[in-house]
């Protein structure tokens, strides 16, 4: 009798030991922040100061205004006009605009041709242009509404008293703003002249000046990396690298 009662206990054991033992449920409700979102805690990055982003940090980008009147240079115009950022360039030949050249900034910078096409425009730290004076060129910049693409631009012409090319312009530009404000202009490349020939038409609505300076305008169309202020500036050092051969 014994015996059995012993095989019993120790069955009951067993049995015992499969059952599954849920863990007590917690009587302490969830907590909801303000958001709607559970318990828990949001995160908290911190960033560090230089991945934060500072639009035109040290104020803004502006091409200063220089004297060019005393030392104009001969020579041949330069068509700057392709490839080059859409605020900078002369109207193209099928669009109407509206010029601003009493606006105009004369002022002196580093004209670029990395290739057959394209043309870049950097504004030299005046201290930094002795070893590079062949390459800075004297430019007039006139601000433009184009009327086509309702949008202004910079139209950047090389100074050059004497050429054709150059002349044809400077005709069109000495004209006064009465003209203008009656009158929008289109322009047309005659090869065969060597001459830039003008077309007027009537000007129906009134067109509104630039919102900035041409200066702070020519700044914000160069950005940043086209001001080289130091000798360091890797466009600066392709132009002053090698030894010259006697």
Not at 98 to 115: A, G, I, S
Not at 151 to 165: A, E, K, P, R, T
Not at 225 to 236: C, K, L, S
Request: one cysteine or more.
């Amino acid at each position: 009798m014994n015996e059995l009662k012993r095989k019993q206990a120790d069955s009951n054991v067993v049995a015992t030991s499969h059952e599954t033992i849920a863990p007590p449920k917690s009587k302490v409700k969830s907590k909801k922040n303000p958001s709607g979102t559970s318990g828990r805690p949001p995160l908290n990055v911190q960033r560090k100061e230089e991945d934060r982003i500072t639009p035109q940090a040290g104020g803004r980008l502006t091409v200063p205004r220089e004297e060019i009147e005393d030392d104009y240079s001969a020579g041949e115009e330069l068509d700057l006009t392709s490839g080059i950022a859409a605020t900078i360039g002369r109207p193209g030949n099928q669009e109407w605009f509206r010029p601003f050249p009493n606006l105009e900034l004369q002022t002196k910078l580093l004209v670029r041709k990395p290739n057959a096409f394209d043309v870049e425009y950097y504004s030299v730290d005046p201290k930094l242009r002795k070893r590079i004076a062949s390459e800075i060129k004297q430019v007039r910049v006139i601000p433009y509404y184009n009327i086509s693409a309702k949008c202004y631009g910079l139209w950047i012409i090389n100074v050059f008293v004497g050429n054709s090319w150059y002349e044809s312009q400077r005709s069109l530009l000495s004209r006064d703003d009465k003209f203008f404000d009656a009158n929008k202009i289109r322009m047309r490349s005659d090869k065969e002249s060597r001459l830039y020939r003008f077309f007027a038409l009537s000007l129906e609505t009134t067109v509104n000046k630039p919102p900035d300076t041409t200066g702070e305008l020519l700044g914000q169309a160069l950005g940043e990396d086209h001001f080289i202020r130091d000798i360091n500036h890797p466009v600066y050092q392709s132009l002053i690298e090698g030894e010259e051969i006697n």
